[in-house]
């Protein structure tokens, strides 16, 4: 069998969970001899209560890879990364971006060792913006990025619900693929490697993209009283469905001029409307668990990240909830009384968040280490601060000017920026084929016939 496209490219990979293990195994399906750095005893190879084997999900993310045990926390072990990392093409790592600093596996770091080392760093938040050291998983991403609200889902407890976890980091992996790949072609014609910059808000933004954008087509005249109005329901104690109903119900349709598309805000489809736009699933939510998912606040609904057991007790020690026992050592996931103590819990939380506002339940929890956002409708998401970083003004002599989310990722050496508004149909046919030879003369008589506009 013939090497792969990538064949001869060394990756060295530190990484967890999803997003980072799975850019790892695609490059390396792609042919690089990628090395997975994994502390003693490993981390992430089978789940709590497991036999000490790999599981399904270890084997399918690491699939291909050689590892190499090296202890971070000592002196020596990143002593022996630093000797190490010139004999490596790229570096994949998604730790959190202050523990990267701490272990001195940075790329200010291991960039003096190889000069031309191309370093795809994967955090939630990326690399600069007010909250670039707190901590983003999947489901908080969907939440945070307006694709949790856009999907429409909510659970049996009125609570907004994501999608299968998973999703954002596929997402995320598949940008800092096309991300090493666009960079080794850099470094193949100028010699220079660089830096990549892939965050998990931004994956989850470019699944709406559309919807983030402002000043297009007259979104921007339809879109900030939606919004407004969605949260004077969050005031007056409207639950999340029917905020989000209203909210999708005054949608802007495609195709129609702004004026006749802004429906009143007390519009709201039945809850079986079976226009894709309007429609607000009702799904099951408790094997999640209640520390992996949505609440509503007093002005608005939140997304709680807790995913391991960890994060769950400080989880519980920040909110005051007791525990029930479900992540004592030992406890059966498939006891008879799960679900009944895991329900108890869930509507603790319930009853606590809906009590505070939504800066004061991501404050304690960020404050105690535990992932949690906003849930922002697609509308808001563009002034959040953070999520402003992201974007990006667009000048479009048609439509005039707009603010679209920027590219996939950034890189530290090579543009990566929209290169132009949408195109007006047909509006470069002569320009291009000016490009490859045509005449004047061809391009009029081909248009005369028809063949080209």
């Known amino acids: 069998m013939a090497p792969g496209p990538l064949h001869g490219v060394r990756v060295l990979e530190f990484s967890q969970i999803i997003a980072g293990p799975l850019a790892g195994t695609l490059l390396g399906d792609l042919g690089a001899d990628v090395v997975k750095v994994e502390p003693p005893g490993g981390a992430g190879r089978a789940p709590a209560g497991a036999p000490p084997a790999m599981s399904k999900m270890f084997q399918f993310l690491n699939r291909g890879k050689r590892s190499l045990v090296v202890n971070l926390g000592d002196p020596q072990g990143r002593e022996l990364i630093h000797r190490i990392a010139p004999t490596f093409d790229v570096v994949i790592i998604n730790f959190r971006p202050e523990v990267i600093r701490r272990l001195q596996i940075d790329y200010e770091t291991l960039v003096r060792f190889r000069p031309d080392l191309i370093y795809a760093q994967i955090s939630g938040f990326g690399s600069h913006g007010p909250r670039v050291d707190e901590p983003l998983i999947d489901m908080v991403a969907q939440a945070y990025s307006g694709y949790m609200a856009e999907i429409g889902v909510i659970d049996e407890f009125g609570g907004p619900m994501g999608t299968h ?175 009944a103590r895991v329900a108890r819990t869930r509507q603790l939380l319930v009853e606590k968040v809906r009590n505070r506002t939504v800066a004061e339940i991501v404050r304690e929890l960020l404050d105690a280490g535990v992932p949690v956002g906003p849930v922002y409708l697609p509308g808001e998401v563009a002034d959040d601060p953070q999520a402003a970083e992201l974007m990006v003004e667009v000048e479009d002599d048609l439509n005039g000017p707009q603010r679209q989310l920027g590219g996939i990722f950034e890189m530290s050496k090579s543009a990566v920026r929209p290169a132009g508004p949408a195109p007006p149909l047909g509006g470069h046919t002569d320009e291009v084929l000016r490009e490859a030879g045509l005449s004047g003369d061809e391009i009029a008589a081909l248009r005369e016939a028809g063949a080209v506009n």
């Open 165 to 339: 976890g998973g999703t954002i980091d596929a997402a995320t992996a598949l940008s800092t693929v096309v991300g090493v790949t666009s960079a080794l072609y850099h470094r193949d014609r100028s010699g220079e490697g660089q830096f990549i910059d892939v965050a998990l808000l931004r994956s989850a933004m470019v699944l709406i993209g559309a919807l983030l954008s402002q000043g297009a087509d007259g979104d921007s005249a339809v879109a900030d009283p939606r919004v407004e109005e969605a949260h004077e329901g969050y005031a007056r104690g409207d639950d999340y469905a029917s905020v989000l109903r209203a909210y999708k119900a005054t949608r802007p349709a495609p195709g129609r001029p702004s004026d006749e598309r802004k429906a009143p805000s007390s519009v709201q489809p039945p809850a079986d409307d079976p226009t894709p736009d309007n429609r607000v699933v009702v799904a099951h939510s408790s094997i999640r668990g209640p520390f992996l998912a949505g609440y509503m606040a007093k002005d608005g609904p939140i997304f709680i990240g807790a995913y391991t057991p960890v994060m769950r007790a400080l989880a519980r020690e920040a909110l005051g909830i007791p525990d029930d026992g479900s992540d004592e050592p030992g406890a059966d996931p498939f006891a008879p009384d799960v679900r």
